[in-house]
């Protein structure tokens, strides 16, 4: 009777092991639609970055990639929703230097830490920093920078809002020049700052090229400067930064990273990782990327992306703290 009961248990042991690799199979992430938080407006840099791996992503996954758009507080608003979200990896953050960085850079009681609370999928692509000028403004940048320095406190310029990377740009800016007294006007995303630029609401905006790039040709506003080690083939014709200024090393980029809530499991992060290292390999992907110039990267994973985030932790600090944007 022991040994029926024994061989009945182990025969018992085995059905409840097939069936539960059978459901794990059966239910193989992802199995429903994933939600990309992007937390800016629709219509900006990281926005149209998003929405073009999402593409990319849902192709790989095989499964509907939605992006959700949760602006506010510089990128907050949508970081945290993500943060309190469940660790299933249906919930995703397009995050970039402002909700990584700076948030925790400029804020005395952060609501989130950007290390510790996500766990990071990939640092996805970066994007160059112009400034531009409405297309009455007369000369370039050299003459807007000499403008300010007889004119301290009479030139405004916009960004896509306080505290984001393109407004420490901005501020980079002025405090490697000498400390130029030029006004910042936050907007709310690139889609209100760049119109206000063209209304000649503000005198100068930061921006990306990919945002800038199509109204520049257009005649709409001006680039004067671009935040390269060497001139963009896309606007041969525009100077950097270095050469105007005489600075030896100004360059700023607007990178994005691909995060999920703390806790997600090492297998949906893994899963996560291959698909989007082969989405950004994808040939049409990167044309659509060179279109709205955006540099795919693929070699910025896991705990790499997190060492990544960490560093630039460091680098940005002095800007932050010289700027005064220290929040009480």
Sequence with gaps: MMKLFKFTLFILTLCAGFISA???QSNKYPVKPIRLVVPFPAGGPTDQFARQYAQALSTQLG????????SGASGAIGSLEVKNSAPDGYTLLFGTASTHVLYNLINTKPQYDSIKDFTQIAVVGDAPIVFAVSPATKGG???????ARINPGKLQYGSAGEGTYLHIVGERLKYELGGLDIQHIPFRGSAQSIPAL??????????????LINQHRAGKLKIVAIATSKRSPLIPDVPTV???TGLKDFQA????????PQGLSPDIT???????????????LLDKLNSISIQPISNITGVAATSFIAKELVSLRPVVQSAGLKKE
Excluded: C, R
């Excluded at 893994?270 to 049409?284: S, V």
């Design 253 to 260: 980029a607007l990178w994005n990273i691909v995060s999920a």
């Design 242 to 244: 270095n050469e105007v």
């Design 22 to 24: 059978h459901a794990q």
């Design 63 to 70: 499964k509907p990639i939605v992006v959700d758009n949760k």
């Design 198 to 211: 063209m209304g000649n609401q503000v005198n100068m905006t930061v921006d990306t090229l990919g945002s």
């Design 270 to 284: 893994n899963t996560l990782i291959l698909a989007t290292t082969k989405a950004l390999k994808n040939p049409e």
């Design 141 to 147: 940048f050299k003459e807007l920078v000499e403008y």
